[in-house]
DNA sequence: TTTTGTTAGTGAAACGATTTACTAAATCGT
DNA sequence: ACGATTTAGTAAATCGTTTCACTAACAAAA
C-alpha cells in the first residue's frame, strides 16, 4: 500500500507538532488536510471530481486533460507544437488534436497572457470615431495590426482633459502593448511604447507619424500662386487639432516665400468640434461678413472646404470662377463634390499602417531607442475643379 | 532569536530525509531553498527580496504588500472597498492608500478578470471601418459601452468568409462577453450574447437592431410619389449589405400599393466594395448606358446617390430639374453636397447606442431570453435640393 | 469562568493557461 | 549485465489577482 503524500505530510507535520510544539506556525503544512480526508481516501484510485461538464460553460485545458486521460502539461506541449513535444508520439498527438476539436477546445486568452505577459493588444487613442480622419487611420492600423495577430482598444477622448488623462491610465491596466495616439495630445508618461499620428512635440518614448507638412504648404501655395492668386485666405484648423499650428506655420512661409504673405485679416478659425461641414461654413461666413478681399481660400481640410463652398455660393459667388478653393485630406468625398474639390491628399490610411507597423517593430525590437523619433511622409496634390486662374 | 521558516523547513526536511529517506519525494520541501540561503540567512530581519523595483516594470501587489508589511489579502480588501474590510482600521487603510499612490500600483486586469470571470469587454464586427456607416455606428456602441466601463474590440472582416467564421472565434477566445455584428452576416453559433445591427435573420440567441425599412420606403417612395414622379429608378445595395433584400423589397412594396411598380429595367445593383462614390456613379453610368426613361432615382445611400448625381450631369442632366435624386442614410456631407440631398435619416448613432444598451442589459441580466428578438428605429426623411416636382 | 463577539488581519485556493524540472520504463551501447 | 539515453509523459510553480476560511488577541456578556 502506497501513502498519499498529503496524508503524510499530515503525519508528519501532526508528529512534528507533538514533538516540537514551538514549531506549531509550521501548521499550514497540514492544517488543509483533515483527518477524515487523510482516513477515507485510500490513496488508490483519483475520485471523480464532479467532471461532469459545466453547464454551457466553456471546456478548460483540465476538463480535456480529464476527458483525455492525459496531464495538462502534455497537453499544452502538444497543442503549442513546443520543441519538447518531440518525445510525444504522433498517435497520442492526434487524440490530443482530436479531442480538442470534439469538446471544442478554445485557450483562454486571458489565462494564456497572464502566464506569457504578453497580450498581443495595443491601445489606440482617437478624438472621435465619425470624424472620416481618425477612421481612416484606423483602417491602416488595423489592416497592420491584424497581419499580425494583434487586436486592439479604441478609447475616444472627445478632447476631454479628464478622458485623456484616465484613459492611458485604464489602457495600460489592461495591460496593452503599446498606444497609437490619433492627433491627440500626450497627456501621459509613456511607460509603454506609444506612436502618435500627427503628433509634432518630441517626447521621449513616442514615435511621430507625420505628414511632410512643409511640402504639403509648398504643393498648396504654389499651385494657387501658379493659378495668380495673391490675396489668399486661410481657414485654420481648431485649436484642439495637432496639425493646426504646424499647418498655418507652414502655409506662411511658404507664402511668404513668395513674396505674398498671408494677411491676418484673410484668416479664420474653425470653431466647435462637429465632424460637420457645418464648422467650415461658419467659418467662411464670419469671413465674408468682414467685407475684405480675397480670391482664393486654402481650406484646413475637404469637410471645412464643402462647407466653405456652400457659404460662398449662398453668398453668391461661384466656385472657382470667383473663388478658387484648396481642400486638404482628399477624403472619399472630395472627388464627387461639385465643383469635384482640388485638395492636398494626405495618405490617412497610409500613416495609421506605417504607425501601427512602427510600434509592432518597437515591441519586436525590445525598443532599442535607436529608431528615429519621427517618420514621415509625402502629401500629393489633386487637381480637381474647385480651382483655377484668377480671372481679375 | 527567531528562525526562518524558510531555513525550519529546509532544516526539518533534511533531518527527514536523513532519518526517513524513503520519504525522498518530500524534497520539494527544501529544494527551493538553497544552502548558502538558508546559512547566510540570519533570520532577523525579513531581507530585501530585490524589491529594489525591476527595471521598469510594474509593480504587483505582492510587492506593495511587501512594502508595506502588509498582506496581499489586506491589500485587495481595502483597495477594493469590501464588505470584509470594515474591520480595517481607518489609518491602515489610509497607509495602503498612500503606498499604492507612492509606488504607482496598478491592478493587472487580466489577473482579475481571470479571478473574477468578467472581462468588461465586448467585441464588435464591422465589414470595414473607413466606409462612413461602421463609423457612425461604432461611435453610438462606445458611448453607450463608456457609460458602462466597457472596453471594446473591433475586428474587420471585409465581407471575406474565412475571417466571418474565423474572428468571433478569436474574439470568443479573448473571453468578450458578448459580440455586436454591424451590417455582417452571422456565421458562428453565438455561444454568448449577440447583438447584430441591420440583422434581419432570426437567430436563437441574435437580437436584432434595425431600422423600420417599411417606413423608410413608404416615406422615400411617398415622397417621390407627391411630387409626380412615376417611373422611379432603383440603386440596388450590393449583394453583400444586409440591408439589400429588405429595402428592395419594402420600396418595391411601397411602389406597388401605389400602382407605379418599379420597372426592373429601371434597376442597377452596386458592384465592388469601396467605400466611395465611385460604385454609385458606376452603376449610374450603366443605367444610363441602357437609355431607358426615368425621371427619379431612390439610391441605396447617400454616398452612392453623390456618385449617381456625378453620372447624371456628366449626361447633361440636371438634378433636380430634370431627374429627382433620393438618398438614405443622411449622412454629415449630405446636407453640404451640391444639390443638397434630399434623403431617408437613419439614424446610425443611436442605431449602434441602442445595440450596444440592449446588450449591456443581456449581459447584466444573465440572458433570461424574454428580450424581443428584434427592436426597430424609426427613419425621418430629409427634404432639401436634390428632389423636385416633376416637370414634364 | 466559560462563552460569545469583535478587531485586525492572514494563508491558501482558486482562475486557466505555460514552463521548468523532474521520473519511470523501455531501449541502446558496450 | 550494466550504465546511458531516449521515450512518454507528469507534478508543481508561476503569472497577479480575489475570496473563502481561518486565527490570535482581546473585550464583553452570561
Chains 1, 2 share one sequence.
Request: net charge negative.
Amino acid at each position: 500500500m502506497t501513502i498519499c503524500p498529503n496524508t503524510e505530510i499530515f503525519i508528519i507535520a501532526r508528529l512534528l507538532k507533538f514533538n516540537f510544539p514551538e514549531l506549531g506556525h509550521l501548521e499550514f503544512l497540514y492544517r488543509s488536510v483533515t483527518i477524515s480526508d487523510a482516513m477515507s481516501n485510500n490513496g488508490d484510485a483519483p475520485r471523480d471530481k464532479k467532471v461532469t461538464a459545466k453547464p454551457g460553460d466553456s471546456v478548460s485545458l483540465k476538463d480535456l486533460a480529464l476527458h483525455l486521460g492525459l496531464s495538462p502539461t502534455t497537453l499544452s506541449l502538444v497543442l503549442n507544437d513546443s520543441p519538447q513535444a518531440v518525445s510525444i508520439p504522433a498517435e497520442t498527438k492526434k487524440r490530443i488534436f482530436d479531442g480538442a476539436r470534439e469538446l471544442n477546445y478554445r485557450p483562454n486568452y486571458l489565462a494564456r497572457s497572464l502566464r506569457v505577459q504578453k497580450t498581443n493588444t495595443i491601445g489606440v487613442l482617437v478624438p472621435e470615431l465619425s470624424d472620416g480622419y481618425s477612421a481612416m487611420v484606423l483602417n491602416g492600423v488595423e489592416s497592420a495590426l491584424s497581419k499580425a495577430e494583434y487586436f486592439y482598444l479604441t478609447a475616444s477622448h472627445l478632447h476631454r482633459e479628464d478622458l485623456l488623462e484616465k484613459l492611458p491610465r485604464v489602457l495600460i491596466e489592461r495591460q496593452v502593448e503599446g498606444i497609437i495616439a490619433v492627433d491627440t495630445p500626450i497627456r501621459f508618461k509613456p511607460l509603454i511604447p506609444v506612436v502618435n499620428v500627427s503628433g509634432h512635440d518630441e517626447i521621449d518614448g513616442v514615435t511621430n507619424v507625420v505628414l511632410n507638412h512643409q511640402h504639403a504648404a509648398e504643393l498648396g501655395i504654389g499651385h494657387l500662386y501658379n493659378l495668380g492668386h495673391r490675396r489668399i485666405a486661410a481657414i485654420k484648423g481648431q485649436a484642439f487639432s495637432s496639425d493646426t499650428i504646424v499647418r498655418w506655420e507652414t502655409m506662411n512661409d511658404a507664402a511668404t516665400k513668395r513674396g505674398i504673405p498671408l494677411d491676418p485679416a484673410l484668416m479664420v478659425q474653425l470653431q466647435g468640434d462637429s465632424p460637420s461641414p457645418e464648422v467650415g461654413y461658419s467659418a467662411m461666413k464670419s469671413l465674408l461678413a468682414k467685407g475684405v478681399h480675397f480670391t482664393a481660400v486654402f481650406a484646413f481640410n475637404d469637410i471645412s472646404a464643402i462647407g466653405a463652398i456652400r457659404a460662398l455660393e449662398e453668398m453668391g459667388l461661384r466656385v472657382p470662377a470667383d473663388v478658387s478653393v484648396l481642400g486638404f485630406d482628399d477624403i472619399y468625398a472630395a472627388a464627387f463634390h461639385s465643383p469635384a474639390l482640388t485638395t492636398i491628399r494626405q495618405p490617412l490610411f497610409e500613416m495609421g499602417n506605417l504607425a501601427a507597423r512602427k510600434l509592432l517593430e518597437r515591441l519586436a525590437n525590445g525598443d532599442e531607442s535607436g529608431s528615429p523619433k519621427t517618420v514621415s511622409i509625402e502629401p500629393t496634390i489633386v487637381v480637381r475643379q474647385s480651382t483655377s486662374r484668377v480671372s481679375e
